[in-house]
């Protein structure tokens, strides 16, 4: 099973769906001002050229904003992606803060950028969406059926963005950006249903948007599954 995304350009709805199987969620924890950021970046980006892009992997890039002292502030930097970090070190899935770090289903990642997490084959439950005008509803039916509240994430994620960099470790480079959340919001439900307005974020500057979502049981913040899908223009 796999992402289902279907336009209805009379009702202007979007219905996009995760299927049962687990989609990974890769988080990409990055700055324009860490010198070691841009061939993790790189990484991540290659993701766009992948078939199984929105099927089978969701990337995202949070740009954090700990390392703008340091010279150069990051204009995708917010400091929620920085205290999402923090928590997930809270939380005992990563061992300290740093970039890039890079979690996968809120796991951390450690194995190099010359190979890619490999998908599990495991079914979780289908993560469904739909969007009409700025109005999303969602529903999530997990396969376990002890899951009986969970937290529903939603980005704006843009593309195609490009950053002079003037000073700091990166200075002199031009940075390419892909996956960047421009916006994240959250809330709980304990049916399993939401209805939600969709994040307003956007770039002047993107190619084009897609909006991820995915689901985490209260309290924590380790996905149990995912879906996202293009945004039309």
Known sequence: MGLLLA??????????SSGEQRVNLVELYTSEGCSSCPPAEAWLNGYLEMATLWRDVIPLAFHVDYWDYIGWQDRFAQPQFSQRQYRYRKEGAIGAVYTPGILVNGKEWRGGFRQR???ADERVGELTLEIAGDQLSARFMPTDKTVNGARLH?????????STVAAGENRG??????FVVLELN????TDLRWQMTLPEARSRDAARHALVAWVSRPGSQRPLQAAAGWLPD
């Open 7 to 16: 336009a209805d350009l009379a009702a202007e709805t979007v219905r996009i």
């Open 186 to 189: 959250s809330r709980d439900s």
């Open 117 to 119: 997490p490999v998908v």
């Open 173 to 178: 480079r031009q940075l390419a950006h892909e």
């Open 154 to 162: 939603l980005a704006v994620v843009a593309f195609g963005l490009t």
